[in-house]
């Protein structure tokens, strides 16, 4: 049926309401059914010109005959003599033509009011030409008069749609007010124009959309058509008038200034000569029921004939002179003729396939045998009855707003109808095989003999609707499990833009389903760039859920179909702008990596990879790229891709950042190591080749090494440790011989170093853990009894990784803490995981051969060299440390005793002895086995070895509780001061100030403090230049850390005795020694806060006896210092003053703090929103 728009109530219309005996199509107006053609329209005459004898609707045109509206004027030409009602358009020209203008003004005010507005009667007031004063100039020909001429103004009247009676009075024809009422006319002229002009780009606008596009639209309902600019403008004006009336005014400010070229103040800019629709709440409210878009509208007028429709209604007006010209109304016959022939042929196809499907109906219920006469069948269910036809015919869709989809039920067939115009002849075939396997459906039918024309008449005052896209799917419903996934595919794009974004993952297995199943590519690949594209931003959770997803999808469909339509989508969004949804791409290449072809896994995925490794800028990114490439490694078989694959390891282990590089350990080397384990390269190419790089940049290194590139390279190697065990033990003599059984005991908890990641559990890598156990016991007893005889992985280890390590750890700066600490943490891991029976029978022996460590070679210089490289503190952090046991810890104390004593008779440089000193004192544990070390060298009857003791006192002074500073340390340095060697004192002086600088304790203090004293007020010290420069050094480095009594009581004083007593040196040399100790420990204790008194008694007059110094040996060093002395004197002028202003400023405090308690107790009062407290501070108004 054709709907009406239920906004087009005309008067006659009431008026048959009122009337039911008289029929509505009698007494309908011809003026009525329509507003009226749109201004725009090149067909529509000026607003008060005569009625034109003929008009085409802008939006009537279809060649389908759905949208075809002709006027009433242009139907009553033809009409009857049957007498119809005058309608208000009549009596509103009659009253204009007969200048009744005050009534017919109160004509408007009263259909308005009645809410039905006469678009004459609103195009007349509107028009200011109408009530112009006519001056001695006639009018130009073009110019538009009222129907009586011109009309005389009163003075105090504008135009009648624009009074201002505050503006205006009753005076007379003052000439002030002339002028004003011309500009006004004036403006409202161009505004007329430029709506005049709008009108004419409404209906260019209008025309943007092909008309091939529109009828593809028509056709596919569920497509829907693409918003036109028009459509746009209005719907920016119902969004914008929304939020205002909502106080949404920030929103609605941010939307005006999106949509900078609209203005939502005026509903005519939006260029549509329509009448203002509802807001969007009465849309809202009335969508779906009784509104209807103004495509999906048909007048009234469609479908009548000529003969039912009023003859004498035009015929009462007299004739006017015609507003069309002879051409326009050539064009407009020609239209019609048109339509009419595209119509009757409609009409005959249509004809023609009812008359098809009759004959099949016929056919469907001979073949049955007694059908019951209310069943509704889609095929035969008889043995002898026909197959389903797979090539229905094509039929038109009727679900053009003239018919429903859901007939009458007497008539069998036409189910098959609706079905044939959406599924294809393969879900048909299904269809009737299903339907043919279950139950009909019976309906019980009246003893009548109505015929099946009027039986669908009838039904059809039913309020179903299936003229929109939904209406069309209610009413077929699925019967099969492809009809089910078709309409799936066609519901689901439309369903998930109105779920919550935060509800969306609700939506993933009903997608997934779908495009599992569906039949159609397209539809599939609709569906699964909406699975990608479901969630803006998806988070951890999210995504976890489309993962899942997917793999179940790769799982169902194959590796063909994951290659040909999950990849695409991944490849797509490879470049998105928002971080989550390239992570959701770089998560799914991992987790779709085993069901891909293996040419895809190790080709386009691998590539798509290592593209976002390289490029993406997202930490969190690159981190899921490396974990799929991990995972792409475990799937890999193509051995030519392996230099690939070890170029990305070192490429993703040089990145910035940690989390990256943390992911390359925990899943890429372990899944890289298990593969060249398999390829027989883990020990042959692998490992090698960090190796070279290490050494070659070693070489490169001399003047400067990169120590980044060494922690990259190392730590690789540290990874590839479990990997390299687990194929010494798999390809060990006695593999063969392990196996499980419960009574093997279980592995310690110590035996191997805590995993980085699951995948580097030795358990987990040799396949499980009593396989493991039975493997170590093995293990165990060939090395402790057996030997290493053809046992090639192992004896590869021993003879060629181990001297090549050993060599390189004997190449790198034994000064760099960083490299000790790197090579250090290798060895432990390496010694640990081989085991304690290789670490003592194959490593010791071999850094014992290179350090040479025997009684007779202690004074030789020939074996000294090793000793101060980076060998000694690796050897005796690395491997010594490895296991607890009391004679691993008797062996490091004697080899470090051995180190301590061979160095310092030998007058070596002690930088690998303070190295060793240094990685074990950062373990607590080893604190008291370095005090016992030391014990050593302080009873040593060397004086050399006493001193180097002292010396080492400093190092491991940090980071030692005080109670263990308090019973050991201090007593052994104290040992040392009371030694006649003055050498051994003076290496005291550090530690003391280091204990100065880190111990609390007052009493150690105090006995510190008595030793320090006793080097400077001693006598015997008084000439000891080297004495005095350590003790200036300590100072200057303990004092800004020290205790600030201990700093102010001594450090200054005596730093300010001793730059007096350095200007009457006079040896020149041992003069500027001191003075440039002095100058460093003054700028390192200028920062520190100086309280007025020492600073004036003693800091100030040091540095000037500093100054004075410097004036005569550093000219450079003196201008320093004589800013740092108008500072300090500066700091002491500004105190002074402060002082001074002491009482006024503790007045005013208070002051400014009761002042203070009052605001803050205001501001605890509040009970307004953080949103509202600016408007605390606004001024009252």
């Not at 003729?337 to 109906?361: C, G, R, V």
Request: proline fraction near 6%; charge should be negative; charged fraction near 25%.
């Amino acid at each position: 049926m054709a709907s009406v728009n239920p906004f087009d109530v005309s008067d006659s219309e009431e008026e048959a309401e009122r009337r039911p005996n008289e029929t509505v199509d009698t007494e309908r107006s011809p003026s009525e059914g329509a507003p009226g053609p749109p201004p725009g329209n090149p067909f529509s005459p000026p607003a008060d010109a005569e009625p034109p004898t003929l008009l085409l609707s802008s939006n009537r045109t279809s060649p389908s005959g759905e949208g075809m509206s002709v006027s009433a004027a242009a139907t009553s030409t033809m009409a009857g003599g049957v007498e119809a009602r005058v309608s208000v358009d009549v009596i509103a020209a009659q009253l204009l033509r007969d200048q009744y203008i005050l009534t017919a003004l109160e004509f408007h005010t009263e259909l308005l009011e009645a809410g039905r507005e006469l678009p004459r009667l609103r195009d007349y007031f509107s028009n200011p030409g109408n009530f112009e004063r006519q001056s001695g100039t006639p009018p130009a020909k073009d110019q538009v008069l009222g129907p009586g001429g011109p009309l005389n103004r009163a003075g105090s009247i504008s135009t009648l749609d624009s009074l201002d009676f505050a503006r205006y009075s009753d005076d007379g024809n003052r000439e002030s007010d002339e002028r004003v009422a011309v500009l006004e006319f004036e403006l409202r002229k161009a505004k007329e124009t430029i709506q005049a002009l709008r009108a004419n780009l409404t209906q260019a606008a209008e025309s943007e959309v092909a008309s091939q596009e529109r009828k593809n639209f028509k056709s596919s309902p569920e497509i829907q058509e693409p918003i036109r600019p028009l459509e746009k403008r209005a719907l920016n004006f119902l969004v914008n008038e929304y939020l205002l009336k909502n106080e949404y005014k920030l929103s609605s400010i941010t939307f005006s200034d999106e949509n900078d070229d609209q203005d939502f103040e005026l509903w005519d800019d939006v260029g549509l000569n329509i009448p203002k629709p509802p807001d969007l709440l009465q849309l809202y409210r009335n969508g779906g029921s009784t509104l209807s878009s103004p495509r999906d509208k048909v007048d009234v007028s469609v479908g009548v004939a000529f003969g039912d429709l009023p003859g004498n209604c035009i015929a009462r007006e007299p004739q006017k002179k015609p507003d069309l010209s002879q051409q326009q109304q050539s064009e407009v016959v020609q239209e019609l003729e048109y339509q009419l022939n595209l119509l009757n042929s409609e009409k005959q196809s249509l004809a023609e396939q009812i008359k098809k499907l009759q004959s099949e109906i016929q056919i469907l219920k001979k073949s049955v045998s007694s059908p019951p006469p209310a069943t509704l069948e889609l095929c035969s269910s008889s043995s002898s009855s026909k197959p389903c036809s797979t090539n229905p015919p094509s039929v038109p869709s009727l679900d053009n707003g003239q018919y429903l989809d859901i007939r009458g039920v007497s008539e069998a067939g036409n189910d098959l109808v609706s079905t044939s115009t959406q599924n294809t002849s393969q879900s048909q075939q299904q269809t009737c095989n299903k339907a043919t396997s279950q139950q009909r459906v019976q309906f019980d039918q009246p003893n009548r003999k109505l015929s099946p024309v009027f039986q669908q008449a009838l039904l059809s005052f039913c309020r179903m609707c299936s003229e929109s896209r939904l209406g069309a799917e209610v009413s077929r419903i699925a019967d099969s499990e492809e009809s089910v996934m078709l309409m799936l595919g066609r519901c689901l794009p439309h369903i998930v833009p109105n779920v919550l974004l935060a509800k969306r993952e609700e939506l993933i297995p009903l997608i997934l389903c779908t495009a599992c199943l569906h039949p159609e590519p397209k539809e599939r690949d609709q569906l699964l760039h909406i699975l990608f594209n479901l969630i803006k931003r998806p988070d951890d959770e999210q995504r976890q859920m489309i993962l899942t997803g997917c793999v179940a999808f790769a799982r169902h469909v194959g590796p063909t179909r994951v290659e040909a339509e999950l990849l695409p989508q991944c490849w797509e969004q490879i470049n998105h702008k928002y971080p989550e949804r390239r992570l959701l791409v770089a998560e799914a290449c991992g987790a779709l990596a085993p069901y891909l072809p293996k040419e895809i896994r190790s080709s386009l995925v691998l590539s798509m990879l290592q593209q976002m490794l390289a490029e993406d800028k997202a930490d969190m990114v690159r981190e899921a790229v490396v974990k799929s490439l991990g995972i792409i490694m475990g799937y890999i078989d193509d051995s030519d891709k392996y230099a690939q694959g070890f170029e990305l390891m070192l490429l993703s282990l040089g990145d910035p950042s940690e989390r990256v590089v943390n992911a390359v350990h925990q899943v890429f080397i372990p899944a890289f190591a298990a593969w060249t384990t398999e390829l027989g390269t883990l020990h042959t190419a692998l490992i090698p080749s960090l190796l070279a790089r290490i050494e070659k940049l070693l070489t490169q290194g001399e003047h400067g090494l990169d120590e980044h590139k060494l922690h990259v390279f190392l730590s690789a190697l540290q990874s590839l440790i479990p990997p390299l065990f687990a194929v010494v033990l798999q390809n060990a003599p006695f593999t063969s011989r392990a196996k499980p059984h419960e009574d093997i005991p279980a592995i310690e908890v110590t035996r191997f170093p805590r995993p980085a990641s699951p995948l580097q559990d030795m358990a987990i890598i040799i396949g499980n853990r009593e396989l493991l156990s039975s493997l170590l016991l093995l293990y165990d007893h060939q090395l402790e009894h057996e030997g290493t005889t053809g046992w090639e992985s192992l004896l590869w280890v021993v003879n060629q990784l181990l001297p090549q390590l050993i060599d390189i750890v004997g190449r790198i700066n034994v000064t760099s803490s960083t490299c000790v600490h790197e090579f250090s943490r290798f060895f432990w891991r390496f010694c640990r995981t081989f085991g304690k029976i290789f670490t003592n029978t194959k490593v010791k022996p071999q850094f014992q051969e290179i350090l040479r460590l025997s009684e007779e070679n202690v004074d030789a210089s020939a074996g000294n060299g090793i000793l101060t490289k980076a060998t000694v503190p690796i050897y005796a952090t690395g491997v010594l440390t490895c296991y607890n046991q009391e004679e691993d810890r008797k062996l490091l104390v004697g080899f470090l005793e051995d180190v301590m004593t061979t160095l310092s008779l030998s007058h070596a440089p002690l930088d690998s002895l303070k190295a060793s000193f240094v990685e074990l004192g950062a373990n607590p544990v080893y604190h008291e086995l370095l005090l016992t070390v030391l014990w050593y060298g302080v009873v040593h009857t060397s004086a050399l070895v006493r001193c180097t003791a002292a010396r080492m006192f400093e190092l491991v002074l940090r980071g030692m509780s005080e109670a263990l500073v308090d019973r050991r340390a201090a007593p052994a340095l104290i040992t040392l001061c009371s030694g006649p060697e003055l050498s051994v004192r003076i290496a005291t002086i550090p530690a003391f100030g280091t204990i100065m600088e880190t111990v609390t304790q007052k009493e150690l203090l105090e006995r510190v403090k008595m030793q320090l004293a006793s080097f400077l007020e001693d006598p015997q010290y008084q000439d000891q230049h080297s004495l005095h420069m350590e003790i200036i050094r300590t100072f200057g480095r303990v004092g800004p850390n020290a205790e600030p009594r201990f700093r102010d009581d001594f450090v200054l004083p005596h730093l300010h005795k001793l730059a007096l007593a350095n200007n009457s040196q006079s040896v020149e040399s041992k003069r500027i020694d001191i003075a440039i100790h002095l100058f460093e420990a003054y700028s390192a204790l200028s920062c520190c806060f100086i309280s007025e008194e020492v600073m004036v008694n003693h800091f100030l007059p040091g540095l000037r006896c500093l100054h004075a110094d410097m004036e005569q040996l550093s000219p450079e060093h003196e201008v320093i210092l004589g800013s740092m002395i108008k500072e300090c004197e500066i700091k002491v002028e500004n105190r002074g003053i402060s002082d001074a202003q002491g009482s006024i400023s503790i007045a005013s405090s208070l002051v400014g703090e009761d002042a203070k308690t009052k605001f803050l107790s205001k501001m605890g009062q509040l009970t307004t929103s953080g949103a509202m407290l600016a408007n605390v501070f606004q001024r009252k108004k």
